[in-house]
Every structure is written in structure tokens, then in C-alpha cells.
């Protein structure tokens, strides 16, 4: 009672973010599941209690047009005042307060979600994991995926980036579905000529592989949690993964994944040891803002399926495709291609588009079957190799870079990376500690790791943007996720030479 009501990420079957609006829509009090209390203005905030609220609430369609369809609370006690409506105070994300604003404010904003259409973010999360002990020291890893972290952004947050100077993806670690979202160096919505259209880099969009198999559950009740999970980056030999077990220990699960610049693709590994096969749904979820046409999937005469889409924005044209081979059964649905019965899987992605710096147009006048044509090559050559081969020549690639220059301030530590962040910031003293410096140097080695991955393919004619390679916003980012042809190019390729990575700015 008398607390503050604040925002919060989504929790399956969390009774506590459940609400009931009881009344009608212009006098109605919201009464909270979990505690039974009712939420009430104190004249500064909007906080819960044992008793209603003494003028109710009022809800209404939003004005705002950008949010059309959508709603707006409004307190009854300051009816015909400008400042009565539920706002979120000091930004959007959780944890956010909530006091009373003007109508139409974009952080007013409420979208109504029946209990029963709430779905989960994540599996529940039970024993967590210690760190991966086949990882180098300079490695990223945690003990959570980040889609159980209850963070509003979990991109910006917790993604783990990696890249091979053409295609940059990010991993979030998730079990009930695994959000690989990339991008591709070239894919620019502007055009070669008119300064006030520029354009943004693109958000090319993601791969979803979901856990099909029912062995694991999002409610706690169920007992059927993801155990000793962890999540690591290893910047030495650019690989990342996630591992797991199964509720009852039984079944290990693991997964590796690498953006090869070798072989121009990206690879995600998955495996089952044990007595829990893997059941997942591939499919492709394209950007909404990069005029992509319909995924295609397909089951072809090698017992492998693909799946692919293509689009043309205002001059570049692109294609990316997939491949998924596996040793168990595989069949293609209207949702994506669904695996079952396996002890591994792979996915292969390339994508390409036609910017070519050495026309005046710059693009290459590729046609559209000549790019579909260049990536399906890259994806066949790619699986012909093999997972294992595929690994080893790209972690040769990369940590022969990364290799060049080893610092050392401090011992390494067994924290996870988030915890290691809290210490070094805890005190002073923390600083200048084993961990602390260990963090330093970390940090150091994570600034060449993203020369090398925003640039190691050296055939893309292109200087890094803003974000590197990497940004899962097409027509929203920062800056538009340009080149700014100002400090910004220098500062992105300080770290080549000082570290021994001239190599990286070359054109």
C-alpha cells in the first residue's frame, strides 16, 4: 500500500501486472490482481492501496495520430485541466513512474492486452550456470539470457554483436525463441543524389528458431525451468553461444554462432546431448521499413529446406537466404521449416545487395536473380564445407587479428561480465583491483574486436557507420545510422593502427 505504481517489462503469469478497469469508461477504478489494491493520484504520482481511488478514472482514444486505435487513462479528480493524463515520468523502459501529463503525449500512451493474449518473453529461468570453461579469458558472458534480464531494450543492453565486415548480427540468448537480427554493411535507404532524403541504414531484420519441444515452460508453476544457462562472446576467436540443460539435467544443449568472413556467411549451430531432442521452427522476420517482399520457404531434393526474400528500396536492391541442414526430420509450413527428432541443426545465412562503389550510379546494375544468384552461391559453397570446417577457418581468420596484441594489467576473473561492471564501479578501490583492471583491459580488447568485425571483410568499399555494422532500427536510429564524414569516421578507426589493425581501414 502507498507504493508507487510503476512500469515494468512483461512477467508471464505475473498476477502482480495484471489490472482490472471495474466501472465503465468514464468512471472505473483499476484494481491490481495480485494484491487487490486499487490504484490512486496522490497529486504527484499514482500509487496503490487498500481503498479506491476517490474520482475514478476515465479512459479514452488517443488524439495522437501516430498511435491511432490506441488509448489514454485520465484522472476524473482534475477533469477540464490540461494535466490529467497517465504519463510515463522520465523516459519510456522500466521502472519508469507514473504521473498525470497533457493529452496525446507519446509517453501517455496504453495498449489493452487481455490476460489470456499475454505471451511470455521467456522460459522460466531456473539454476543458472558457471562460466564456460572452453571460453579465453577476454570473453562477454552471463548466467541469464537477455530476454529474461526485464529490460525495456534488450538490443541496446545485452545483445552480443558479431560481424565479419559484411554482415553484422546480434545474439540475445533466447530459449523460446532465438531473435538473430542482422544486418548487411550496404543496405542503405537513401539515394546517391538529393541531400534531403539521406536515407538510414538499415535494419535487414532477423532469423527466429523457437523451441518447439515442450520441454521447458514460462510458468514457475510448472516446473519445467531452463537450468544452468549460460551466455558468452569470445572476442579472440569471434564465436558466441548459449548453454543449457534440460529440467531434469538429462539433456545438454548447446549453441555456437560466428559471422565468417572467409566464407561470407553467418552460421548458427545447435545441438542436443542427451535424451531431449531438438524441435525448433526456423523462419525469417524481414524489417518492416526495407520493402521486402514475401518470404519464400522450401524444401529441397537434399533433404535440407531454405528459406529467402529480396526487396529494391530507392536505389539498392538485396536478397538474403538461409539453409538448414540437419540429422533429424525436416519439413516446410506457411510458418517457416520446422525440425524435429535432431541432434543438431544448422543455419547458414548470406546476403548481399548491389552498391558498388566504382559506378557514379553506386550500384553494380546487377539484376535481382544475379544477387539471389551470388548469395545462394556463397550459402552452397558455405555448407558444402561443413559446420566444423566452417569453424575452424573462421576462428582462424579472426584471432589471427585479434592475436596481434595481448594486454595484460590484471589476472582474469570469474564474474559475469554484468557483475564484473557493478564491482569495478562499486569504489575506487574496486578499480585498481585484479578484477578492475582485468575489466580495463576487457574493455580495450572489445574496442579491437569491433574494428575487426565492423571491417574484416575488406571487399565491401564502405567505412563503418555510427554503430559499426550493427543496429536493429531502420527508420528510428541515431543520427540515421550514417557516415558522418566529420570526427566520427576518424574516431571509429582509432583503434586500427595504435592495436596493429591497419588492415581495417582499408578501402
Known amino acids: 500500500a502507498s507504493q508507487n505504481v510503476t512500469t515494468q517489462s512483461r512477467k508471464y503469469a505475473e498476477k502482480s501486472q495484471l489490472w482490472k478497469l471495474v466501472g465503465n469508461k468514464e468512471s472505473f477504478q483499476l484494481v491490481n490482481k495480485g494484491s487487490g489494491h486499487y490504484a490512486y493520484y496522490d497529486g504527484s504520482r499514482v500509487k496503490c492501496r487498500a481503498s479506491a481511488d476517490t474520482n475514478g478514472f476515465t479512459i479514452e482514444k488517443t488524439t495522437n495520430t501516430n498511435y491511432a486505435g490506441k488509448y489514454e487513462i485520465a484522472w476524473n479528480g482534475a477533469e477540464g485541466q490540461n494535466y490529467r493524463y497517465f504519463n510515463q515520468w522520465g523516459g519510456t523502459g522500466a521502472g519508469k513512474e507514473i504521473g498525470l501529463w497533457q493529452a496525446a503525449d507519446v509517453n501517455n500512451i496504453l495498449y489493452l492486452i487481455a490476460e489470456g493474449d499475454v505471451q511470455p518473453n521467456e522460459f522460466c529461468v531456473g539454476t543458472k550456470g558457471l562460466r564456460p570453461s572452453d571460453i579465453h579469458d577476454f570473453s562477454l558472458w552471463y548466467d541469464v539470457p537477455a530476454t529474461a534480464t526485464g529490460v525495456s531494450d534488450t538490443w541496446m543492453e545485452y545483445a552480443l554483436p558479431m560481424g565479419n565486415g ?299 557507420n555510427l554503430q559499426g555494422i550493427w543496429n536493429d532500427r531502420s527508420n528510428t536510429s541515431f543520427w540515421h545510422c550514417d557516415i558522418h564524414a566529420d570526427i566520427n569516421v576518424q574516431m571509429n578507426y582509432w583503434p586500427a593502427d595504435p592495436t596493429n589493425l591497419s588492415e581495417m581501414h582499408l578501402p
Not at 185 to 207: D, E, H, P, R, V
Not at 246 to 261: E, G, V
Not at 296 to 325: L, P
Request: a negative charge; proline letters at 2%; aromatic letters at 10%.
Open 166 to 464: 559484411q554482415i553484422g548480427a546480434t545474439i540475445r540468448g533466447g530459449v523460446l525463441k532465438d531473435d538473430i537480427q542482422f544486418n548487411e554493411k550496404t543496405l542503405w535507404s537513401g539515394t546517391a543524389t538529393n541531400s534531403g532524403n539521406q536515407g538510414y541504414f538499415q535494419n535487414f531484420g532477423s532469423i527466429l528458431v523457437k523451441d518447439k519441444s515442450g520441454t521447458f515452460s514460462a510458468a514457475e508453476s510448472d516446473g519445467k525451468p531452463i537450468e544452468a544457462y549460460n551466455r558468452f562472446l569470445d572476442i579472440i576467436d569471434g564465436v558466441a553461444g548459449v548453454n543449457f540443460q534440460s529440467p531434469d539435467h538429462q539433456t545438454s544443449f548447446h549453441r555456437r554462432y560466428f559471422a565468417s568472413a572467409t566464407d561470407k556467411v553467418f552460421v548458427a549451430h545447435y545441438e542436443a546431448d542427451g535424451t531431449e531432442p531438438l524441435v525448433l521452427n526456423i523462419s525469417y522476420a524481414p524489417d518492416g521499413q526495407i520493402s521486402a517482399g514475401s518470404v519464400t520457404y522450401q524444401a529441397e531434393e537434399d533433404g535440407t529446406a531454405s528459406a529467402t526474400f529480396s526487396g529494391k528500396m530507392q536505389i539498392i536492391s538485396y536478397n538474403t537466404r538461409f539453409k538448414v541442414t540437419t540429422d533429424g526430420s525436416i519439413d516446410v509450413s506457411g510458418e517457416g521449416i520446422n525440425v524435429s527428432g535432431a541432434t543438431w541443426t544448422d543455419i547458414v545465412m548470406a546476403a548481399a545487395t548491389d552498391y558498388d562503389t566504382s559506378k557514379s550510379s553506386f550500384v553494380s546494375g546487377a539484376s535481382a536473380a544475379d544477387i539471389a544468384a551470388t548469395v545462394t552461391s556463397r550459402i552452397n559453397d558455405a555448407v558444402g564445407k561443413g559446420y566444423a570446417t566452417l569453424l575452424s577457418d573462421h576462428k582462424t581468420a579472426h584471432s589471427t587479428f585479434m592475436n596481434r596484441v595481448d594486454l595484460q594489467l590484471g589476472g582474469s576473473s570469474t564474474m559475469t561480465t554484468e557483475d564484473l561492471i557493478k564491482f569495478y564501479n562499486a569504489s575506487e578501490q574496486n578499480k585498481t583491483s585484479s578484477d578492475g583492471l582485468f575489466l580495463e583491459a576487457l574493455y580495450f580488447q572489445y574496442g579491437r574486436y569491433f574494428t575487426i568485425g565492423a571491417n574484416l571483410d575488406t571487399s565491401i568499399h564502405a567505412p563503418s
